[in-house]
Protein backbone atom coordinates (compact mmCIF):
# COMPACT_ATOMS: atom_id res chain seq x y z
CA UNK A 1 0.00 0.00 0.00
CA UNK A 2 1.35 3.49 -0.48
CA UNK A 3 0.53 6.07 2.52
CA UNK A 4 0.72 8.89 3.86
CA UNK A 5 2.11 9.72 7.53
CA UNK A 6 1.32 13.00 8.65
CA UNK A 7 3.42 14.30 11.63
CA UNK A 8 6.23 11.76 10.45
CA UNK A 9 9.08 13.44 11.79
CA UNK A 10 6.79 13.16 15.38
CA UNK A 11 7.64 10.68 18.33
CA UNK A 12 4.51 8.43 17.21
CA UNK A 13 4.39 9.29 13.83
CA UNK A 14 8.61 7.78 13.46
CA UNK A 15 7.88 4.67 14.99
CA UNK A 16 4.82 4.39 12.79
CA UNK A 17 6.15 4.49 9.34
CA UNK A 18 9.45 2.80 10.29
CA UNK A 19 6.66 -0.40 11.44
CA UNK A 20 4.69 -0.01 7.93
CA UNK A 21 7.82 0.09 6.41
CA UNK A 22 9.15 -3.14 7.60
CA UNK A 23 5.75 -4.53 6.87
CA UNK A 24 6.58 -3.74 3.13
CA UNK A 25 4.59 -0.42 2.73
CA UNK A 26 5.48 2.76 0.65
CA UNK A 27 5.25 5.60 2.97
CA UNK A 28 5.35 9.22 2.18
CA UNK A 29 5.89 11.11 5.39
CA UNK A 30 5.15 14.94 5.78
CA UNK A 31 6.13 17.20 8.20
CA UNK A 32 5.91 21.04 9.05
CA UNK A 33 9.31 20.51 11.29
CA UNK A 34 8.27 23.44 13.69
CA UNK A 35 9.91 24.62 16.66
CA UNK A 36 7.38 23.38 19.44
CA UNK A 37 10.35 21.29 20.85
CA UNK A 38 14.05 19.79 19.96
CA UNK A 39 13.98 20.31 15.73
CA UNK A 40 17.34 18.40 16.05
CA UNK A 41 15.48 15.34 17.44
CA UNK A 42 12.85 15.62 15.08
CA UNK A 43 15.81 15.86 12.34
CA UNK A 44 17.46 12.59 13.55
CA UNK A 45 13.91 10.67 13.50
CA UNK A 46 13.43 11.92 10.06
CA UNK A 47 17.02 10.76 8.70
CA UNK A 48 16.37 7.13 9.71
CA UNK A 49 13.29 7.31 8.00
CA UNK A 50 14.87 8.72 4.91
CA UNK A 51 17.79 5.95 5.28
CA UNK A 52 14.85 3.87 3.52
CA UNK A 53 14.13 3.39 0.08
CA UNK A 54 10.10 3.10 0.26
CA UNK A 55 9.82 6.29 2.33
CA UNK A 56 10.07 9.73 0.60
CA UNK A 57 9.02 13.43 2.56
CA UNK A 58 7.83 16.57 1.81
CA UNK A 59 7.97 19.63 4.12
CA UNK A 60 4.41 20.50 4.49
CA UNK A 61 2.40 22.31 7.00
CA UNK A 62 -1.06 21.02 7.29
CA UNK A 63 -2.49 24.38 7.22
CA UNK A 64 -1.45 24.72 3.34
CA UNK A 65 -4.55 23.99 1.72
CA UNK A 66 -3.15 24.88 -1.66
CA UNK A 67 -0.42 22.53 -0.93
CA UNK A 68 -2.24 19.35 0.59
CA UNK A 69 -4.36 19.79 -2.59
CA UNK A 70 -1.36 19.25 -4.87
CA UNK A 71 -0.11 16.20 -2.78
CA UNK A 72 -3.09 14.39 -2.80
CA UNK A 73 -3.65 14.94 -6.25
CA UNK A 74 -0.66 13.77 -7.43
CA UNK A 75 0.47 11.24 -4.81
CA UNK A 76 -2.43 8.32 -5.34
CA UNK A 77 -2.58 7.41 -1.50
CA UNK A 78 -4.43 4.36 -0.80
CA UNK A 79 -4.53 4.91 3.08
CA UNK A 80 -3.78 8.15 5.42
CA UNK A 81 -2.22 7.96 8.83
CA UNK A 82 -2.85 11.39 10.16
CA UNK A 83 -0.48 12.20 13.07
CA UNK A 84 0.25 15.54 12.71
CA UNK A 85 -0.96 18.03 15.09
CA UNK A 86 0.28 20.66 17.40
CA UNK A 87 0.74 18.88 20.78
CA UNK A 88 0.67 19.81 24.39
CA UNK A 89 -2.31 20.81 26.73
CA UNK A 90 -0.54 23.84 28.47
CA UNK A 91 1.38 25.36 25.21
CA UNK A 92 -2.64 25.44 24.11
CA UNK A 93 -2.91 28.16 27.23
CA UNK A 94 -0.61 30.90 25.62
CA UNK A 95 -0.60 29.53 22.32
CA UNK A 96 -4.27 29.16 20.98
CA UNK A 97 -3.95 30.22 16.96
CA UNK A 98 -1.53 27.21 16.73
CA UNK A 99 -4.14 24.42 17.44
CA UNK A 100 -6.73 25.87 15.35
CA UNK A 101 -4.42 26.23 12.23
CA UNK A 102 -2.96 23.03 12.61
CA UNK A 103 -5.46 20.89 14.82
CA UNK A 104 -8.51 22.03 12.70
CA UNK A 105 -7.37 23.75 9.54
CA UNK A 106 -5.02 21.14 9.34
CA UNK A 107 -7.51 18.17 9.99
CA UNK A 108 -9.62 19.62 7.22
CA UNK A 109 -7.29 19.36 4.42
CA UNK A 110 -6.48 16.26 5.19
CA UNK A 111 -10.27 15.44 4.90
CA UNK A 112 -11.05 17.32 1.95
CA UNK A 113 -8.27 15.12 0.47
CA UNK A 114 -9.17 12.08 1.36
CA UNK A 115 -12.69 12.69 0.42
CA UNK A 116 -11.91 13.71 -3.04
CA UNK A 117 -9.21 11.00 -4.30
CA UNK A 118 -10.97 8.16 -2.61
CA UNK A 119 -8.29 6.88 -0.33
CA UNK A 120 -9.54 3.59 1.40
CA UNK A 121 -9.23 4.48 4.81
CA UNK A 122 -7.93 6.61 7.21
CA UNK A 123 -6.87 6.43 10.75
CA UNK A 124 -6.23 9.65 12.23
CA UNK A 125 -5.24 10.48 15.90
CA UNK A 126 -7.26 11.70 18.83
CA UNK A 127 -6.51 12.11 22.57
CA UNK A 128 -7.48 10.93 25.81
CA UNK A 129 -7.70 14.57 26.72
CA UNK A 130 -11.47 14.24 25.16
CA UNK A 131 -12.85 13.11 28.33
CA UNK A 132 -12.02 16.12 30.23
CA UNK A 133 -13.80 16.82 32.91
CA UNK A 134 -15.43 13.31 33.32
CA UNK A 135 -14.92 11.82 36.58
CA UNK A 136 -16.26 7.72 35.68
CA UNK A 137 -13.48 5.75 35.33
CA UNK A 138 -12.03 4.12 33.36
CA UNK A 139 -12.89 6.10 30.54
CA UNK A 140 -14.99 4.27 27.73
CA UNK A 141 -15.78 5.16 24.70
CA UNK A 142 -19.36 5.22 24.98
CA UNK A 143 -18.95 8.45 27.68
CA UNK A 144 -19.72 12.05 26.82
CA UNK A 145 -17.34 14.29 26.31
CA UNK A 146 -18.83 17.68 25.71
CA UNK A 147 -16.25 18.75 28.99
CA UNK A 148 -12.82 19.45 27.93
CA UNK A 149 -10.32 21.39 30.23
CA UNK A 150 -7.76 22.67 27.08
CA UNK A 151 -8.04 23.98 23.95
CA UNK A 152 -6.09 21.04 22.92
CA UNK A 153 -8.52 18.97 24.12
CA UNK A 154 -11.20 20.64 22.66
CA UNK A 155 -9.35 20.41 18.90
CA UNK A 156 -9.09 16.81 19.07
CA UNK A 157 -13.03 16.55 19.92
CA UNK A 158 -13.61 18.99 16.77
CA UNK A 159 -11.57 16.45 14.94
CA UNK A 160 -13.40 13.60 16.15
CA UNK A 161 -16.64 15.86 14.90
CA UNK A 162 -15.36 16.62 11.54
CA UNK A 163 -14.14 12.75 10.90
CA UNK A 164 -17.85 11.44 11.78
CA UNK A 165 -19.08 14.48 9.57
CA UNK A 166 -17.00 13.58 6.53
CA UNK A 167 -17.49 9.85 7.26
CA UNK A 168 -21.54 10.59 6.98
CA UNK A 169 -21.33 13.13 3.89
CA UNK A 170 -19.06 11.34 1.65
CA UNK A 171 -18.65 7.54 2.96
CA UNK A 172 -15.25 8.24 4.09
CA UNK A 173 -14.15 4.97 5.98
CA UNK A 174 -12.09 6.77 8.86
CA UNK A 175 -11.06 5.37 12.37
CA UNK A 176 -10.03 8.00 15.30
CA UNK A 177 -7.98 6.39 18.04
CA UNK A 178 -7.30 8.14 21.28
CA UNK A 179 -3.85 7.67 22.49
CA UNK A 180 -3.34 7.74 26.48
CA UNK A 181 0.14 9.21 27.58
CA UNK A 182 2.22 7.87 25.17
CA UNK A 183 5.83 6.97 25.97
CA UNK A 184 9.14 5.73 25.06
CA UNK A 185 12.31 6.26 22.72
CA UNK A 186 12.43 8.63 21.04
CA UNK A 187 10.02 10.71 22.87
CA UNK A 188 8.72 13.84 22.76
CA UNK A 189 10.87 16.35 25.14
CA UNK A 190 7.52 18.08 26.24
CA UNK A 191 6.75 15.16 28.17
CA UNK A 192 6.78 14.68 31.87
CA UNK A 193 8.82 11.64 31.65
CA UNK A 194 11.34 13.39 29.12
CA UNK A 195 11.76 16.27 31.13
CA UNK A 196 12.42 14.44 34.40
CA UNK A 197 14.88 12.69 32.50
CA UNK A 198 16.46 15.53 31.48
CA UNK A 199 16.24 17.70 34.83
CA UNK A 200 17.10 14.24 37.22
CA UNK A 201 20.42 13.60 34.70
CA UNK A 202 21.58 17.23 34.78
CA UNK A 203 20.82 17.74 38.79
CA UNK A 204 18.22 20.36 38.18
CA UNK A 205 14.78 20.27 40.09
CA UNK A 206 11.82 18.70 38.44
CA UNK A 207 8.11 20.15 38.58
CA UNK A 208 5.58 17.82 40.23
CA UNK A 209 2.04 19.15 39.86
CA UNK A 210 -0.58 18.81 42.13
CA UNK A 211 1.92 17.32 44.91
CA UNK A 212 2.60 14.25 42.77
CA UNK A 213 -1.14 13.21 43.20
CA UNK A 214 -1.90 11.74 40.06
CA UNK A 215 -2.62 9.14 37.91
CA UNK A 216 -1.90 8.28 34.10
CA UNK A 217 -2.40 5.33 31.78
CA UNK A 218 0.55 5.10 30.11
CA UNK A 219 1.26 3.45 27.21
CA UNK A 220 4.26 2.15 25.87
CA UNK A 221 5.14 3.24 21.98
CA UNK A 222 5.51 -0.34 20.70
CA UNK A 223 1.99 -0.91 22.16
CA UNK A 224 0.10 2.05 20.37
CA UNK A 225 2.50 1.23 16.91
CA UNK A 226 0.65 -2.22 17.46
CA UNK A 227 -2.64 -0.45 17.51
CA UNK A 228 -2.14 1.63 14.57
CA UNK A 229 -1.08 -0.92 12.25
CA UNK A 230 -3.91 -3.66 13.11
CA UNK A 231 -6.39 -1.13 11.32
CA UNK A 232 -4.23 0.93 8.75
CA UNK A 233 -4.81 -1.73 6.06
CA UNK A 234 -8.33 -1.95 6.57
CA UNK A 235 -11.53 -0.55 8.87
CA UNK A 236 -12.55 -2.45 11.93
CA UNK A 237 -15.16 -5.61 11.67
CA UNK A 238 -18.42 -3.70 11.32
CA UNK A 239 -17.39 -0.27 11.14
CA UNK A 240 -19.21 0.56 7.67
CA UNK A 241 -22.79 0.85 9.19
CA UNK A 242 -24.25 2.67 9.36
CA UNK A 243 -21.59 5.43 9.14
CA UNK A 244 -18.38 4.01 8.57
CA UNK A 245 -16.44 6.38 11.49
CA UNK A 246 -15.24 4.42 14.89
CA UNK A 247 -13.32 5.68 17.95
CA UNK A 248 -11.36 3.35 20.02
CA UNK A 249 -8.80 4.08 22.86
CA UNK A 250 -5.44 2.81 22.51
CA UNK A 251 -3.83 2.47 26.36
CA UNK A 252 -2.59 0.41 28.81
CA UNK A 253 -5.89 0.09 30.63
CA UNK A 254 -3.78 0.79 33.91
CA UNK A 255 -3.67 4.07 36.12
CA UNK A 256 -0.16 4.57 37.33
CA UNK A 257 0.85 6.88 40.13
CA UNK A 258 2.95 9.62 38.99
CA UNK A 259 5.25 9.39 41.59
CA UNK A 260 5.38 5.31 41.43
CA UNK A 261 6.38 6.33 37.40
CA UNK A 262 9.03 9.30 38.96
CA UNK A 263 10.70 6.70 41.38
CA UNK A 264 11.06 4.03 38.33
CA UNK A 265 12.98 6.49 35.91
CA UNK A 266 15.08 7.30 38.89
CA UNK A 267 16.12 3.71 39.29
CA UNK A 268 16.54 3.49 35.84
CA UNK A 269 18.96 6.76 35.75
CA UNK A 270 20.65 5.41 38.49
CA UNK A 271 19.88 9.64 40.18
CA UNK A 272 17.29 10.66 42.74
CA UNK A 273 15.47 13.77 41.45
CA UNK A 274 15.06 16.98 43.63
CA UNK A 275 11.64 17.65 43.43
CA UNK A 276 9.16 20.93 43.55
CA UNK A 277 6.22 20.04 44.42
CA UNK A 278 3.49 22.46 42.49
CA UNK A 279 -0.59 23.19 42.94
CA UNK A 280 -2.62 21.68 39.73
CA UNK A 281 -1.81 23.08 36.53
CA UNK A 282 -4.06 24.94 34.33
CA UNK A 283 -5.64 22.20 31.55
CA UNK A 284 -4.38 19.32 33.83
CA UNK A 285 -6.80 16.40 34.69
CA UNK A 286 -5.95 14.79 37.78
CA UNK A 287 -6.27 11.06 36.33
CA UNK A 288 -6.79 8.88 32.88
CA UNK A 289 -7.77 5.66 32.46
CA UNK A 290 -8.54 3.43 29.17
CA UNK A 291 -11.34 1.18 28.81
CA UNK A 292 -10.12 -1.05 26.00
CA UNK A 293 -12.61 -3.44 25.90
CA UNK A 294 -13.93 -2.38 22.36
CA UNK A 295 -10.23 -2.24 21.07
CA UNK A 296 -9.42 -5.84 22.09
CA UNK A 297 -12.56 -7.18 20.78
CA UNK A 298 -12.58 -5.26 17.31
CA UNK A 299 -9.00 -5.39 16.65
CA UNK A 300 -7.49 -7.67 19.10
CA UNK A 301 -5.45 -4.74 20.96
CA UNK A 302 -3.67 -5.90 23.97
CA UNK A 303 -0.68 -3.98 25.34
CA UNK A 304 2.03 -5.76 26.41
CA UNK A 305 4.47 -3.41 27.95
CA UNK A 306 4.60 -2.93 31.66
CA UNK A 307 5.44 0.86 33.06
CA UNK A 308 8.78 -0.51 34.33
CA UNK A 309 10.02 -2.42 31.35
CA UNK A 310 8.74 0.51 29.29
CA UNK A 311 10.87 3.38 30.89
CA UNK A 312 13.89 0.59 30.92
CA UNK A 313 13.94 0.77 27.25
CA UNK A 314 13.83 4.88 27.40
CA UNK A 315 16.24 4.83 29.54
CA UNK A 316 18.89 2.50 27.46
CA UNK A 317 17.49 5.29 24.67
CA UNK A 318 18.26 8.03 26.52
CA UNK A 319 21.19 7.42 27.81
CA UNK A 320 22.94 5.71 24.79
CA UNK A 321 21.46 7.40 21.99
CA UNK A 322 19.48 10.74 23.16
CA UNK A 323 22.76 12.00 25.05
CA UNK A 324 25.34 10.28 22.45
Given at each position: MRILVTG????????????????????????????????????????????????????????????????????GFDAVLHLGAQAGV???????????????????TVLEGCRHHKVRHLVYASSSSVYGGNTKQPFSIEDRVDDPVSLYAATKRSNE?????????????????????VYGPWGRPDMAYFKFANAITEGRPI????????LR????????????????????????????????NLGN??????????????????????KNFLPMQPGDVYSTYADIEATARDIGFSPKTSLADGLTHFADWYQTRHQA
Open positions: AAGFIGFHSATRLLDAGHEIVGIDNMNSYYDIGLKGRRLAHLEARDAFSFMKLDLADRDGMAHLFETSRYSIDNPFAYIDSNVTGTLLMCHTYARLYGVPITGLRFFTDVYNDGDMDFTYIDDIVDGITSLIEAPAPGASDPIPHRVYNRPEKLMDMITLLEQKLGKTAV
